[in-house]
Protein backbone atom coordinates (compact mmCIF):
# COMPACT_ATOMS: atom_id res chain seq x y z
CA UNK A 1 0.00 0.00 0.00
CA UNK A 2 1.60 3.41 -0.50
CA UNK A 3 2.26 5.39 2.43
CA UNK A 4 4.29 8.11 3.93
CA UNK A 5 5.57 8.01 7.24
CA UNK A 6 6.67 10.73 9.52
CA UNK A 7 7.83 9.55 12.79
CA UNK A 8 7.60 12.31 14.68
CA UNK A 9 4.72 14.31 15.75
CA UNK A 10 6.65 17.19 17.33
CA UNK A 11 10.16 17.97 17.25
CA UNK A 12 11.85 21.16 19.46
CA UNK A 13 15.19 22.34 18.58
CA UNK A 14 16.82 25.48 19.99
CA UNK A 15 16.66 28.53 17.55
CA UNK A 16 20.46 28.24 16.19
CA UNK A 17 20.62 24.46 16.05
CA UNK A 18 20.22 22.29 12.97
CA UNK A 19 17.15 20.25 12.00
CA UNK A 20 16.16 16.81 10.36
CA UNK A 21 12.95 15.73 10.16
CA UNK A 22 12.48 12.32 8.48
CA UNK A 23 10.13 11.14 6.29
CA UNK A 24 9.69 7.52 4.70
CA UNK A 25 7.52 6.27 1.86
CA UNK A 26 6.33 2.92 0.61
CA UNK A 27 5.43 3.62 -2.98
CA UNK A 28 4.96 1.19 -5.96
CA UNK A 29 6.20 3.70 -9.19
CA UNK A 30 9.22 6.00 -8.96
CA UNK A 31 8.17 8.49 -6.91
CA UNK A 32 8.08 12.33 -6.90
CA UNK A 33 8.91 13.53 -3.16
CA UNK A 34 7.50 16.69 -1.33
CA UNK A 35 7.74 18.79 1.31
CA UNK A 36 5.29 21.38 2.25
CA UNK A 37 5.14 23.72 5.08
CA UNK A 38 2.17 24.83 7.04
CA UNK A 39 2.38 27.67 9.47
CA UNK A 40 -0.80 28.66 11.78
CA UNK A 41 -3.73 30.08 9.38
CA UNK A 42 -2.10 29.56 6.26
CA UNK A 43 -1.83 27.40 3.33
CA UNK A 44 0.42 24.48 2.61
CA UNK A 45 3.72 25.71 0.88
CA UNK A 46 5.97 24.07 -1.20
CA UNK A 47 9.61 23.97 0.13
CA UNK A 48 11.19 21.49 -2.32
CA UNK A 49 10.59 18.77 -4.34
CA UNK A 50 12.42 15.99 -5.84
CA UNK A 51 11.39 14.27 -9.39
CA UNK A 52 14.61 12.95 -10.76
CA UNK A 53 18.49 13.75 -10.51
CA UNK A 54 20.50 14.93 -8.19
CA UNK A 55 19.17 13.26 -5.03
CA UNK A 56 20.04 16.15 -2.86
CA UNK A 57 17.50 18.64 -3.58
CA UNK A 58 17.73 22.61 -2.18
CA UNK A 59 14.85 24.64 -1.24
CA UNK A 60 13.61 27.74 -0.07
CA UNK A 61 14.13 29.15 3.29
CA UNK A 62 17.57 27.68 3.35
CA UNK A 63 15.89 23.91 3.29
CA UNK A 64 17.58 21.10 1.82
CA UNK A 65 16.44 17.26 1.80
CA UNK A 66 18.08 13.85 0.59
CA UNK A 67 16.44 11.10 -1.75
CA UNK A 68 17.97 7.81 -0.61
CA UNK A 69 16.29 5.94 -2.63
CA UNK A 70 17.82 2.36 -0.59
CA UNK A 71 15.98 3.85 2.54
CA UNK A 72 13.40 4.87 0.77
CA UNK A 73 13.52 8.41 2.68
CA UNK A 74 13.57 11.53 2.01
CA UNK A 75 14.72 13.53 5.15
CA UNK A 76 14.54 17.56 5.49
CA UNK A 77 17.50 19.60 6.99
CA UNK A 78 17.93 23.06 7.89
CA UNK A 79 21.58 23.75 9.12
CA UNK A 80 20.55 26.70 11.33
CA UNK A 81 17.31 26.75 12.60
CA UNK A 82 15.27 30.16 12.66
CA UNK A 83 12.27 31.24 14.64
CA UNK A 84 10.09 31.67 12.12
CA UNK A 85 10.33 28.25 10.94
CA UNK A 86 8.19 26.68 13.82
CA UNK A 87 5.91 25.48 11.62
CA UNK A 88 3.88 21.89 10.76
CA UNK A 89 6.03 20.03 8.30
CA UNK A 90 4.61 17.74 5.57
CA UNK A 91 6.25 15.03 3.67
CA UNK A 92 4.28 13.99 0.13
CA UNK A 93 5.13 11.63 -2.56
CA UNK A 94 3.13 11.23 -5.79
CA UNK A 95 4.32 9.53 -9.31
CA UNK A 96 3.99 10.61 -12.96
CA UNK A 97 0.50 10.01 -14.60
CA UNK A 98 -1.00 10.29 -10.86
CA UNK A 99 -2.58 13.20 -10.18
CA UNK A 100 -2.35 12.60 -6.20
CA UNK A 101 -0.28 12.89 -3.80
CA UNK A 102 0.09 10.77 -0.54
CA UNK A 103 0.94 12.72 2.63
CA UNK A 104 2.25 12.28 5.66
CA UNK A 105 0.76 12.93 9.06
CA UNK A 106 3.20 16.27 9.48
CA UNK A 107 5.55 16.94 12.06
CA UNK A 108 4.97 20.35 14.05
CA UNK A 109 8.23 22.03 14.21
CA UNK A 110 9.02 23.58 17.71
CA UNK A 111 11.81 26.93 18.26
CA UNK A 112 13.40 27.40 21.62
CA UNK A 113 14.53 30.46 22.02
CA UNK B 1 3.96 36.71 -5.70
CA UNK B 2 0.83 34.99 -7.40
CA UNK B 3 -1.75 33.20 -4.90
CA UNK B 4 -4.31 30.81 -4.87
CA UNK B 5 -7.29 32.90 -2.86
CA UNK B 6 -10.03 30.68 -1.22
CA UNK B 7 -13.14 32.35 0.17
CA UNK B 8 -14.70 32.11 2.81
CA UNK B 9 -12.38 31.34 5.48
CA UNK B 10 -14.75 30.06 7.36
CA UNK B 11 -17.89 28.61 6.63
CA UNK B 12 -20.45 27.19 9.25
CA UNK B 13 -23.55 24.95 8.04
CA UNK B 14 -26.34 22.46 9.39
CA UNK B 15 -26.57 18.86 7.85
CA UNK B 16 -27.99 18.61 4.91
CA UNK B 17 -27.22 22.07 3.21
CA UNK B 18 -25.35 22.33 0.09
CA UNK B 19 -21.85 24.66 0.41
CA UNK B 20 -20.24 26.03 -2.41
CA UNK B 21 -16.44 26.52 -1.55
CA UNK B 22 -14.57 29.11 -3.85
CA UNK B 23 -11.32 29.66 -5.02
CA UNK B 24 -9.74 31.51 -7.50
CA UNK B 25 -6.66 29.89 -9.30
CA UNK B 26 -3.04 31.36 -10.41
CA UNK B 27 -4.38 32.61 -13.66
CA UNK B 28 -2.32 31.18 -15.88
CA UNK B 29 -2.18 27.54 -14.43
CA UNK B 30 -3.41 24.54 -16.39
CA UNK B 31 -4.35 22.04 -13.16
CA UNK B 32 -6.54 22.54 -10.47
CA UNK B 33 -7.08 20.45 -6.96
CA UNK B 34 -9.07 20.28 -4.16
CA UNK B 35 -7.63 18.49 -0.91
CA UNK B 36 -8.95 18.17 2.26
CA UNK B 37 -7.97 17.64 5.97
CA UNK B 38 -10.46 16.68 8.89
CA UNK B 39 -8.80 18.28 12.46
CA UNK B 40 -6.00 15.95 13.55
CA UNK B 41 -5.38 13.85 10.76
CA UNK B 42 -3.91 13.64 7.45
CA UNK B 43 -3.93 15.85 3.96
CA UNK B 44 -6.73 13.76 1.49
CA UNK B 45 -6.91 14.40 -1.78
CA UNK B 46 -10.40 14.77 -3.65
CA UNK B 47 -9.86 15.85 -6.85
CA UNK B 48 -8.08 17.08 -10.12
CA UNK B 49 -9.21 19.19 -12.84
CA UNK B 50 -7.60 19.60 -16.01
CA UNK B 51 -8.96 20.80 -19.50
CA UNK B 52 -11.45 21.18 -18.17
CA UNK B 53 -12.91 17.57 -16.80
CA UNK B 54 -12.13 15.81 -13.57
CA UNK B 55 -8.95 13.82 -14.32
CA UNK B 56 -8.32 12.03 -11.24
CA UNK B 57 -10.58 11.58 -8.14
CA UNK B 58 -10.60 9.81 -4.97
CA UNK B 59 -13.11 7.20 -2.97
CA UNK B 60 -13.58 10.73 -0.95
CA UNK B 61 -15.07 11.85 -3.86
CA UNK B 62 -18.38 10.52 -4.14
CA UNK B 63 -21.75 11.39 -5.67
CA UNK B 64 -22.31 14.66 -2.83
CA UNK B 65 -19.31 15.84 -4.44
CA UNK B 66 -18.55 18.01 -7.72
CA UNK B 67 -16.05 21.05 -8.94
CA UNK B 68 -16.69 23.49 -11.92
CA UNK B 69 -14.66 26.23 -13.45
CA UNK B 70 -17.61 28.25 -14.38
CA UNK B 71 -16.24 31.09 -15.63
CA UNK B 72 -12.25 30.28 -16.78
CA UNK B 73 -10.99 31.54 -13.57
CA UNK B 74 -13.18 30.47 -10.51
CA UNK B 75 -13.01 27.18 -9.71
CA UNK B 76 -15.42 25.68 -6.98
CA UNK B 77 -15.73 22.42 -4.73
CA UNK B 78 -20.12 21.76 -4.24
CA UNK B 79 -20.86 19.84 -1.73
CA UNK B 80 -24.62 18.54 -2.52
CA UNK B 81 -25.95 17.48 1.14
CA UNK B 82 -23.41 17.92 3.90
CA UNK B 83 -22.82 15.54 6.76
CA UNK B 84 -20.96 15.62 10.02
CA UNK B 85 -18.08 14.07 8.95
CA UNK B 86 -17.69 16.80 6.02
CA UNK B 87 -16.19 19.02 9.18
CA UNK B 88 -12.78 19.85 7.98
CA UNK B 89 -10.42 22.38 6.06
CA UNK B 90 -10.28 22.04 2.41
CA UNK B 91 -7.60 23.20 0.27
CA UNK B 92 -7.40 24.58 -3.18
CA UNK B 93 -4.57 24.31 -5.08
CA UNK B 94 -3.25 24.99 -9.01
CA UNK B 95 -0.43 24.58 -10.96
CA UNK B 96 1.44 24.56 -14.28
CA UNK B 97 2.70 21.52 -14.32
CA UNK B 98 1.41 18.43 -12.68
CA UNK B 99 3.37 18.84 -9.39
CA UNK B 100 4.64 21.60 -7.12
CA UNK B 101 1.36 23.46 -7.17
CA UNK B 102 0.77 26.46 -4.93
CA UNK B 103 -2.36 25.90 -2.56
CA UNK B 104 -4.64 28.49 -0.81
CA UNK B 105 -4.71 29.18 2.39
CA UNK B 106 -7.96 27.05 3.10
CA UNK B 107 -11.45 27.29 3.97
CA UNK B 108 -12.35 25.59 7.24
CA UNK B 109 -15.76 23.93 6.80
CA UNK B 110 -17.81 23.25 10.32
CA UNK B 111 -21.07 21.21 10.16
CA UNK B 112 -23.32 21.19 12.83
Known amino acids: AQSVTQPDIHITVSEGASLELRCNYS??????LFWYVQSPGQGLQLLLKYFSGDTLVQGIKGFEAEFKRSQSSFNLRKPSVHWSDAAEYFCAVGAIGNYQLIWGAGTKLIIKP | EPEVTQTPSHQVTQMGQEVILRCVPI?????FYWYRQILGQKVEFLVS????????KSEIFDDQFSVERPDGSNFTLKIRSTKLEDSAMYFC??????????FGSGTRLTVV
Open chain 2, 27 to 31: SNHLY
Open chain 1, 27 to 32: YGATPY
Open chain 2, 93 to 102: ASGREEYGYT
Open chain 2, 49 to 56: FYNNEISE
